[in-house]
């Protein structure tokens, strides 16, 4: 898969994963984990990489002792899941072509 599509998806799974309620690292793991395979380093690296588009905000609370990092999806990253639903669209629009012609053969 093209680097820049799964980078794009993963970053909107991550989104969709926080937009009903703040959560943190290892939930979103465990709550992608149904649907796609997700390491600690990647998740890490695309919540940084939301954070710095404004997509989502962090705040830490303690939590059994210690520090934990809950992340809070903002306005943009609502629209970004919203612009990602529009643009699902022309993609599933392309794969049925190639389907289409998958079948012609």
């Not at 149904?34 to 609370?61: C, N």
Request: aromatic share 10%; proline share 1%; hydrophobic share 40%.
């Amino acid at each position: 898969m093209d680097i820049q599509l799964k980078r794009g998806l993963l970053d909107v799974c991550v989104l969709a994963a926080i937009k009903n309620g703040d959560s943190y690292g290892y939930k979103i793991i465990k709550d992608l984990n149904p649907y796609i395979e997700l390491s600690e380093s990647t998740l890490y690296t695309i919540l940084k990489r939301l954070e710095a588009a404004s997509m989502l905000t962090v705040r830490s609370a303690e939590h059994d002792g210690r520090l934990r990092k809950y992340y809070h999806i903002t306005d943009a990253g609502v629209r970004r899941i919203a612009e990602f639903k529009e643009e699902w669209k022309e993609v599933i629009s392309v794969y049925r072509f190639v389907i289409m012609e998958d079948q012609h053969e």
